[in-house]
Protein backbone atom coordinates (compact mmCIF):
# COMPACT_ATOMS: atom_id res chain seq x y z
CA UNK A 1 0.00 0.00 0.00
CA UNK A 2 1.65 3.34 -1.01
CA UNK A 3 1.96 5.65 2.01
CA UNK A 4 -0.56 8.11 2.84
CA UNK A 5 0.09 12.11 1.97
CA UNK A 6 0.39 12.48 5.91
CA UNK A 7 3.30 10.29 5.94
CA UNK A 8 4.74 11.62 2.90
CA UNK A 9 5.09 15.23 4.79
CA UNK A 10 6.20 13.72 7.74
CA UNK A 11 9.33 11.89 5.85
CA UNK A 12 9.80 15.26 3.74
CA UNK A 13 10.39 16.72 7.23
CA UNK A 14 12.00 14.21 8.65
CA UNK A 15 14.37 14.22 5.36
CA UNK A 16 15.15 17.63 5.64
CA UNK A 17 16.55 17.55 9.63
CA UNK A 18 18.98 14.83 8.44
CA UNK A 19 20.11 16.91 5.49
CA UNK A 20 20.95 19.65 8.73
CA UNK A 21 22.59 16.62 10.16
CA UNK A 22 24.50 15.44 7.24
CA UNK A 23 25.83 19.01 7.23
CA UNK A 24 26.99 19.26 10.67
CA UNK A 25 28.33 15.65 10.24
CA UNK A 26 30.69 16.77 7.86
CA UNK A 27 32.20 19.29 10.32
CA UNK A 28 32.56 16.99 13.09
CA UNK A 29 32.44 13.69 12.12
CA UNK A 30 32.30 10.15 14.74
CA UNK A 31 32.66 7.84 12.22
CA UNK A 32 35.55 5.16 12.16
CA UNK A 33 36.49 6.57 8.95
CA UNK A 34 37.22 10.08 10.40
CA UNK A 35 41.37 9.89 9.84
CA UNK A 36 40.77 9.15 6.61
CA UNK A 37 41.36 11.54 3.63
CA UNK A 38 38.44 13.37 2.97
CA UNK A 39 36.35 13.03 -0.28
CA UNK A 40 34.37 16.09 -1.85
CA UNK A 41 33.50 14.22 -5.00
CA UNK A 42 33.71 10.74 -6.71
CA UNK A 43 37.11 11.33 -7.93
CA UNK A 44 39.74 9.93 -10.18
CA UNK A 45 41.87 7.79 -9.00
CA UNK A 46 44.80 10.43 -9.70
CA UNK A 47 43.72 12.36 -6.68
CA UNK A 48 44.64 9.17 -4.43
CA UNK A 49 47.99 10.04 -2.58
CA UNK A 50 49.44 8.28 0.04
CA UNK A 51 48.34 9.52 3.29
CA UNK A 52 47.70 7.56 6.82
CA UNK A 53 44.85 4.57 6.72
CA UNK A 54 43.01 3.30 9.89
CA UNK A 55 44.26 0.02 11.26
CA UNK A 56 43.00 -3.08 10.12
CA UNK A 57 39.90 -3.76 12.14
CA UNK A 58 40.23 -6.73 14.91
CA UNK A 59 38.60 -10.07 14.80
CA UNK A 60 34.81 -10.15 15.82
CA UNK A 61 34.65 -11.73 19.16
CA UNK A 62 31.52 -14.13 19.50
CA UNK A 63 28.76 -12.75 19.63
CA UNK A 64 24.99 -13.69 21.33
CA UNK A 65 23.31 -12.23 18.60
CA UNK A 66 19.91 -13.27 20.12
CA UNK A 67 19.81 -11.94 22.89
CA UNK A 68 22.03 -8.73 21.40
CA UNK A 69 18.84 -8.63 19.17
CA UNK A 70 16.52 -8.38 21.79
CA UNK A 71 18.32 -6.24 23.60
CA UNK A 72 18.72 -3.48 20.68
CA UNK A 73 14.40 -3.79 20.49
CA UNK A 74 12.82 -0.32 20.84
CA UNK A 75 9.54 -0.92 22.58
CA UNK A 76 6.57 -3.05 20.65
CA UNK A 77 4.72 -0.92 17.74
CA UNK A 78 2.99 -1.90 14.37
CA UNK A 79 5.18 -1.60 11.16
CA UNK A 80 3.29 0.50 8.70
CA UNK A 81 3.25 -1.73 5.22
CA UNK A 82 5.53 -0.36 2.36
CA UNK A 83 6.48 -0.85 -1.44
CA UNK A 84 10.10 -1.31 -1.51
CA UNK A 85 12.12 -0.20 -4.99
CA UNK A 86 15.76 -1.63 -5.08
CA UNK A 87 17.45 0.09 -7.61
CA UNK A 88 21.06 -2.14 -8.89
CA UNK A 89 23.92 -1.02 -10.29
CA UNK A 90 24.23 -4.69 -12.12
CA UNK A 91 23.49 -7.82 -10.78
CA UNK A 92 26.08 -9.60 -13.01
CA UNK A 93 28.56 -8.72 -10.15
CA UNK A 94 28.51 -11.20 -7.96
CA UNK A 95 29.31 -8.46 -5.00
CA UNK A 96 25.66 -6.64 -6.43
CA UNK A 97 23.78 -9.44 -6.13
CA UNK A 98 25.29 -10.03 -2.85
CA UNK A 99 24.15 -6.98 -1.66
CA UNK A 100 20.20 -6.92 -3.56
CA UNK A 101 19.43 -10.54 -2.50
CA UNK A 102 20.38 -10.27 1.26
CA UNK A 103 17.86 -6.52 0.80
CA UNK A 104 14.82 -8.49 -0.88
CA UNK A 105 15.37 -10.95 1.84
CA UNK A 106 15.08 -8.52 4.81
CA UNK A 107 12.48 -6.87 3.22
CA UNK A 108 10.50 -9.95 2.60
CA UNK A 109 10.54 -10.59 6.30
CA UNK A 110 9.58 -7.42 7.43
CA UNK A 111 6.45 -8.46 5.06
CA UNK A 112 6.70 -5.69 2.54
CA UNK A 113 6.15 -5.52 -0.97
CA UNK A 114 9.47 -5.64 -3.50
CA UNK A 115 10.51 -4.18 -6.91
CA UNK A 116 13.37 -4.34 -8.38
CA UNK A 117 15.42 -2.72 -11.66
CA UNK A 118 18.64 -4.16 -13.02
CA UNK A 119 20.58 -1.19 -14.60
CA UNK A 120 22.88 -3.98 -16.07
CA UNK A 121 26.17 -1.59 -14.89
CA UNK A 122 25.16 1.03 -17.58
CA UNK A 123 24.76 4.20 -16.35
CA UNK A 124 22.65 5.30 -18.58
CA UNK A 125 20.12 2.79 -17.83
CA UNK A 126 20.50 3.89 -14.07
CA UNK A 127 17.57 6.80 -14.26
CA UNK A 128 15.34 5.51 -16.14
CA UNK A 129 15.29 2.32 -13.89
CA UNK A 130 15.28 4.80 -10.93
CA UNK A 131 12.23 6.66 -12.27
CA UNK A 132 10.43 3.51 -13.75
CA UNK A 133 10.66 2.65 -9.70
CA UNK A 134 9.23 5.88 -8.53
CA UNK A 135 6.34 5.29 -11.47
CA UNK A 136 4.98 2.02 -9.65
CA UNK A 137 5.18 4.13 -6.88
CA UNK A 138 7.49 2.44 -4.55
CA UNK A 139 7.43 4.18 -0.39
CA UNK A 140 11.02 3.75 -0.72
CA UNK A 141 14.09 3.23 -2.25
CA UNK A 142 17.19 1.08 -1.52
CA UNK A 143 20.43 0.80 -3.61
CA UNK A 144 23.89 -0.55 -3.77
CA UNK A 145 26.54 2.22 -3.53
CA UNK A 146 25.82 4.08 -7.26
CA UNK A 147 27.23 7.64 -6.82
CA UNK A 148 23.87 10.33 -6.26
CA UNK A 149 26.16 12.31 -9.72
CA UNK A 150 24.81 9.33 -11.32
CA UNK A 151 21.14 9.60 -10.46
CA UNK A 152 20.68 13.03 -9.49
CA UNK A 153 17.17 13.62 -10.76
CA UNK A 154 15.89 10.61 -9.57
CA UNK A 155 17.28 11.84 -6.10
CA UNK A 156 15.51 15.13 -6.66
CA UNK A 157 12.19 13.85 -7.89
CA UNK A 158 11.93 11.15 -4.61
CA UNK A 159 12.67 14.28 -2.69
CA UNK A 160 10.33 16.28 -4.07
CA UNK A 161 7.71 12.30 -3.42
CA UNK A 162 8.70 12.09 -0.02
CA UNK A 163 10.55 9.20 -1.07
CA UNK A 164 13.25 8.03 1.20
CA UNK A 165 16.78 6.63 -0.72
CA UNK A 166 19.02 4.77 1.30
CA UNK A 167 22.11 3.51 0.28
CA UNK A 168 23.98 -0.23 1.36
CA UNK A 169 27.41 -0.91 -0.67
CA UNK A 170 30.53 0.87 -1.47
CA UNK A 171 30.97 4.61 0.09
CA UNK A 172 29.18 7.06 -1.06
CA UNK A 173 30.40 10.82 -1.11
CA UNK A 174 29.46 13.31 -1.32
CA UNK A 175 26.05 12.68 0.02
CA UNK A 176 23.58 15.11 -0.63
CA UNK A 177 20.21 13.09 -0.83
CA UNK A 178 20.73 9.45 0.57
CA UNK A 179 19.78 9.46 4.34
CA UNK A 180 21.89 6.88 5.40
CA UNK A 181 24.96 4.97 3.71
CA UNK A 182 26.26 1.90 4.91
CA UNK A 183 29.10 0.59 3.44
CA UNK A 184 32.59 -1.10 4.14
CA UNK A 185 35.57 0.59 5.53
CA UNK A 186 37.15 0.63 1.75
CA UNK A 187 40.34 2.54 2.95
CA UNK A 188 40.93 -0.27 5.48
CA UNK A 189 39.80 -2.95 2.59
CA UNK A 190 42.65 -1.26 0.45
CA UNK A 191 45.04 -1.37 3.43
CA UNK A 192 44.58 -5.18 4.36
CA UNK A 193 45.06 -5.94 0.58
CA UNK A 194 48.03 -3.97 0.05
CA UNK A 195 49.60 -5.66 3.02
CA UNK A 196 48.82 -8.84 1.65
CA UNK A 197 50.62 -8.17 -1.98
CA UNK A 198 53.73 -6.95 -0.06
CA UNK A 199 54.03 -10.76 1.61
CA UNK A 200 53.22 -12.21 -1.82
CA UNK A 201 55.89 -9.62 -3.73
CA UNK A 202 58.88 -9.95 -0.86
CA UNK A 203 61.45 -8.81 -3.42
CA UNK A 204 58.70 -6.13 -4.96
CA UNK A 205 58.57 -5.39 -8.40
CA UNK A 206 55.79 -3.08 -11.04
CA UNK A 207 52.35 -3.66 -10.85
CA UNK A 208 49.38 -2.56 -12.65
CA UNK A 209 46.22 -0.83 -11.05
CA UNK A 210 42.43 -0.85 -12.22
CA UNK A 211 40.92 1.45 -11.03
CA UNK A 212 36.90 3.33 -11.02
CA UNK A 213 35.31 6.40 -10.85
CA UNK A 214 33.60 6.49 -7.32
CA UNK A 215 34.62 7.57 -4.00
CA UNK A 216 35.10 4.00 -2.84
CA UNK A 217 37.08 2.73 -5.39
CA UNK A 218 39.60 6.04 -4.32
CA UNK A 219 39.66 5.10 -0.84
CA UNK A 220 40.92 1.48 -1.61
CA UNK A 221 43.74 3.64 -3.71
CA UNK A 222 44.65 5.40 -0.56
CA UNK A 223 44.88 2.94 1.17
CA UNK A 224 47.48 0.87 -1.73
CA UNK A 225 49.32 3.98 -1.77
CA UNK A 226 49.44 4.37 1.87
CA UNK A 227 51.05 0.92 2.37
CA UNK A 228 53.00 0.88 -0.45
CA UNK A 229 54.69 4.30 0.18
CA UNK A 230 58.48 3.41 0.78
CA UNK A 231 58.40 0.16 -0.06
CA UNK A 232 60.06 -1.54 -3.59
CA UNK A 233 56.55 -1.91 -4.74
CA UNK A 234 55.75 0.19 -7.99
CA UNK A 235 53.03 1.05 -9.63
CA UNK A 236 53.82 1.41 -12.81
CA UNK A 237 50.45 1.98 -14.73
CA UNK A 238 47.20 3.03 -13.71
CA UNK A 239 43.70 2.73 -16.13
CA UNK A 240 40.26 3.86 -15.02
CA UNK A 241 37.56 1.24 -15.85
CA UNK A 242 34.69 2.77 -17.63
CA UNK A 243 31.71 2.27 -16.21
CA UNK A 244 29.39 0.27 -18.95
CA UNK A 245 27.46 -3.14 -19.29
CA UNK A 246 30.76 -5.20 -20.27
CA UNK A 247 33.12 -4.77 -17.67
CA UNK A 248 34.29 -8.05 -17.87
CA UNK A 249 35.36 -8.07 -21.29
CA UNK A 250 36.93 -4.69 -21.87
CA UNK A 251 38.72 -5.73 -18.51
CA UNK A 252 40.08 -8.33 -20.34
CA UNK A 253 40.67 -6.54 -23.34
CA UNK A 254 42.50 -4.03 -21.13
CA UNK A 255 44.82 -6.31 -19.28
CA UNK A 256 45.92 -8.32 -22.08
CA UNK A 257 46.89 -4.88 -23.31
CA UNK A 258 48.35 -4.11 -20.43
CA UNK A 259 50.34 -7.02 -20.15
CA UNK A 260 51.88 -6.58 -23.47
CA UNK A 261 53.20 -3.16 -22.63
CA UNK A 262 54.79 -4.06 -19.29
CA UNK A 263 56.03 -7.71 -19.42
CA UNK A 264 57.51 -7.87 -16.39
CA UNK A 265 54.67 -6.87 -13.96
CA UNK A 266 54.56 -8.89 -10.97
CA UNK A 267 50.81 -8.27 -10.04
CA UNK A 268 47.21 -7.07 -11.25
CA UNK A 269 45.31 -4.94 -8.65
CA UNK A 270 41.34 -4.61 -9.38
CA UNK A 271 39.10 -2.44 -7.57
CA UNK A 272 36.04 -3.55 -9.20
CA UNK A 273 35.09 -7.17 -8.26
CA UNK A 274 33.35 -8.61 -11.28
CA UNK A 275 35.94 -7.24 -13.43
CA UNK A 276 38.45 -9.54 -12.07
CA UNK A 277 37.00 -12.06 -13.86
CA UNK A 278 38.05 -10.07 -17.44
CA UNK A 279 41.78 -9.69 -15.58
CA UNK A 280 41.57 -13.38 -14.80
CA UNK A 281 41.16 -14.25 -17.92
CA UNK A 282 44.17 -12.03 -19.61
CA UNK A 283 46.17 -13.11 -17.29
CA UNK A 284 45.36 -17.02 -18.32
CA UNK A 285 45.85 -16.36 -21.94
CA UNK A 286 48.66 -14.97 -21.15
CA UNK A 287 50.12 -17.39 -18.75
CA UNK A 288 48.73 -20.58 -19.63
CA UNK A 289 50.73 -22.60 -16.98
CA UNK A 290 49.42 -21.12 -13.46
CA UNK A 291 52.99 -22.40 -12.21
CA UNK A 292 54.77 -19.95 -13.76
CA UNK A 293 56.81 -17.75 -11.88
CA UNK A 294 56.16 -15.20 -14.37
CA UNK A 295 52.77 -14.93 -13.92
CA UNK A 296 51.25 -12.06 -11.94
CA UNK A 297 49.74 -12.68 -9.09
CA UNK A 298 46.04 -11.30 -9.16
CA UNK A 299 44.21 -9.17 -6.18
CA UNK A 300 40.76 -8.05 -5.74
CA UNK A 301 38.47 -7.12 -3.59
CA UNK A 302 35.14 -9.45 -2.03
CA UNK A 303 35.11 -13.12 -1.70
CA UNK A 304 31.90 -13.40 -4.32
CA UNK A 305 31.44 -17.08 -5.18
CA UNK A 306 33.04 -17.21 -8.48
CA UNK A 307 36.01 -15.18 -6.61
CA UNK A 308 36.47 -18.15 -4.59
CA UNK A 309 36.52 -20.31 -7.03
CA UNK A 310 39.20 -18.64 -8.68
CA UNK A 311 41.23 -18.50 -5.63
CA UNK A 312 40.47 -22.54 -5.30
CA UNK A 313 41.49 -22.85 -8.87
CA UNK A 314 44.51 -20.88 -8.91
CA UNK A 315 43.21 -18.09 -11.35
CA UNK A 316 43.39 -15.12 -8.16
CA UNK A 317 45.65 -14.95 -5.38
CA UNK A 318 43.70 -12.78 -2.68
CA UNK A 319 40.51 -10.93 -2.20
CA UNK A 320 40.10 -8.90 0.61
CA UNK A 321 36.35 -9.51 2.14
CA UNK A 322 33.57 -7.63 4.55
CA UNK A 323 29.80 -9.78 4.51
CA UNK A 324 28.40 -6.88 2.57
CA UNK A 325 25.02 -8.19 3.19
CA UNK A 326 25.05 -6.95 6.70
CA UNK A 327 24.72 -3.42 5.15
CA UNK A 328 21.21 -4.70 3.53
CA UNK A 329 19.50 -5.60 6.36
CA UNK A 330 20.66 -2.49 8.39
CA UNK A 331 19.52 -0.38 5.65
CA UNK A 332 16.20 -2.31 5.63
CA UNK A 333 16.46 -2.01 9.94
CA UNK A 334 16.76 2.04 9.39
CA UNK A 335 13.54 2.43 6.71
CA UNK A 336 11.77 0.32 9.73
CA UNK A 337 12.52 2.41 11.93
CA UNK A 338 12.03 5.50 10.12
CA UNK A 339 8.69 4.33 9.13
CA UNK A 340 7.18 2.94 12.41
CA UNK A 341 8.71 5.40 14.39
CA UNK A 342 9.92 8.98 12.40
CA UNK A 343 13.50 8.21 13.71
CA UNK A 344 16.12 9.44 11.46
CA UNK A 345 18.95 6.75 10.26
CA UNK A 346 22.31 6.60 11.58
CA UNK A 347 24.62 8.92 9.40
CA UNK A 348 27.55 6.20 10.64
CA UNK A 349 28.73 4.25 7.94
CA UNK A 350 29.10 1.23 9.94
CA UNK A 351 26.27 1.86 13.12
CA UNK A 352 26.47 0.17 16.05
CA UNK A 353 24.08 -1.64 17.81
CA UNK A 354 24.27 -1.96 21.39
CA UNK A 355 27.68 -3.01 20.78
CA UNK A 356 27.64 -5.43 17.76
CA UNK A 357 29.32 -4.20 14.59
CA UNK A 358 28.94 -6.63 11.70
CA UNK A 359 31.71 -4.52 9.95
CA UNK A 360 34.30 -7.17 9.81
CA UNK A 361 37.31 -7.60 7.11
CA UNK A 362 39.42 -10.45 5.83
CA UNK A 363 42.07 -11.64 3.05
CA UNK A 364 40.76 -15.16 1.21
CA UNK A 365 43.66 -16.80 -0.49
CA UNK A 366 44.42 -20.41 -1.12
CA UNK A 367 45.91 -21.04 2.65
CA UNK A 368 42.16 -20.12 4.05
CA UNK A 369 39.67 -20.44 0.97
CA UNK A 370 36.75 -22.54 1.97
CA UNK A 371 35.78 -25.83 0.57
CA UNK A 372 34.12 -26.05 -2.39
CA UNK A 373 30.46 -25.69 -2.29
CA UNK A 374 30.66 -23.59 1.22
CA UNK A 375 30.57 -19.94 1.37
CA UNK A 376 33.01 -17.32 3.81
CA UNK A 377 31.46 -17.60 6.88
CA UNK A 378 30.59 -14.08 8.60
CA UNK A 379 31.97 -12.99 11.33
CA UNK A 380 28.86 -12.22 13.11
CA UNK A 381 25.53 -13.29 12.33
CA UNK A 382 23.78 -10.40 11.13
CA UNK A 383 20.69 -11.94 9.96
CA UNK A 384 19.75 -13.79 12.96
CA UNK A 385 20.26 -10.54 15.20
CA UNK A 386 17.92 -8.27 12.66
CA UNK A 387 15.17 -11.32 12.77
CA UNK A 388 15.04 -11.50 16.49
CA UNK A 389 15.40 -7.86 16.95
CA UNK A 390 12.54 -7.20 14.54
CA UNK A 391 10.32 -10.05 16.20
CA UNK A 392 10.53 -8.60 19.66
CA UNK A 393 9.69 -4.92 18.50
CA UNK A 394 6.91 -5.13 15.33
CA UNK A 395 3.88 -6.63 16.48
CA UNK A 396 2.46 -6.82 12.99
CA UNK A 397 5.01 -9.19 11.01
CA UNK A 398 3.57 -12.28 9.77
CA UNK A 399 7.33 -13.99 9.63
CA UNK A 400 7.23 -13.75 13.67
CA UNK A 401 4.29 -16.03 13.99
Known sequence: ?????????????????????????????????????????APAVSDTTAAPAPAPAPPAAAVDVVAAGTAAAGEPIELPAVKVGYLQWVYADEAGKRIEDAAKEAVEFLGWEYETCDAGGDQAKMSPCGNGLLDKEVDVIMTDGIPEAFITDVLERAAEEGVPVISGGGEVDPRDFYIGSYASDDTDLGVLLAEHLKTLLPDGGDIIVQSFPSTWSAKRQTGLASVLEGSNITIV?????????????????????????????????????????????????????????????????????????????????????????????????????????????????????????????????????????????????????????????????????
Open 237 to 401: DTFELVPDANMVGSTEADITTKLQQFPDVKAVWIDFSVASIGAANAIASAFPDAADPARPKLLTFYANPGTVADIRTGRVDAAVDEKLEWQSWAGADALAQLLARETAPSQERAPDFGGVNFSVRQVITPANVPAEGEEVPSPVDYETFFRTKWCAEFTNLPSCT
Open 1 to 41: MRASLKDKRAWRVLAALMALSMVAAACGDDDDDAAAPETTA
